[in-house]
């Protein structure tokens, strides 16, 4: 089986990127993870990717002066690496449509609501303000439009009585480290058929 390679984008934590790592290393897992890259150098996750033998590259969005300027030497890392599919993980810029038209079809994101609700920050507070009874995750193709896109794959949880944001947060990140290596099997597959 030729495997897909995949670069994943981080900004922190990076535990959607941990579940893509681990599940990668299934013989059978039809992508290789070959390279993370992020925004910040303090991103935590990195420490992980290191030990894991993976390829780090830190691209300080502040080292550049415009959004397109810092897309470009995104992309051309990414090039570089050779991947064929880029994993957004809670990677906080917005990108614009130059790189998206790079990877056009082969870059997904993973976003913590149900899409169409709740695009943007804040998903668990504002599911909770409305009252929302269920509430989840979302893993989408990007598009020029912010949370938007073709949707792989969704999963639902219940929003209890007494969630607060951190709860409820904590019962989606079950199912975002769920179905993220799930999404981009599928993707992989896609592309490499
Ligand atoms: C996740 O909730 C993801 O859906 C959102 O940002 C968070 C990132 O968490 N886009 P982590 O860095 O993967 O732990």
Do not use: W
Request: hydrophobic share 45%.
């Amino acid at each position: 089986m030729k495997k897909a390679r995949a670069g994943v984008l981080i900004s922190g934590r990076g535990s959607n990127m941990m579940a893509l790592v681990e599940a990668a290393k299934a013989p059978d897992y039809p992508a290789e993870i070959v390279c993370i890259v992020s925004n910040r150098a303090d991103a935590a996750g990195l420490a992980f990717a290191e030990a894991n033998g993976i390829a780090t590259k830190v691209i300080d969005h502040k080292a550049y002066a415009t959004r397109d300027a810092f897309d470009q030497a995104l992309g051309d890392y990414l090039e570089s690496q050779r991947v064929d599919l880029v994993a957004c993980a809670g990677f906080m810029r917005i990108i614009t449509p130059a790189l998206i038209r790079r990877f056009e079809g082969r870059m997904l994101n993973i976003h913590p609501s149900l899409l169409p609700a709740y695009k943007g920050l804040h998903t668990h507070e504002r599911a909770l303000a409305d009252r929302a009874k269920e509430h989840g995750c979302t893993v989408h193709l990007v598009t020029d439009e912010l949370d938007d896109g073709p949707i792989v794959l969704q999963a639902k949880v219940p929003v209890r009585p007494g969630d607060t944001a951190e709860s409820l947060a904590a019962r989606v990140l079950v199912e975002e480290h769920r179905i993220y290596p799930d999404a981009l099997a599928m993707v992989a597959k896609r592309i490499k058929n």
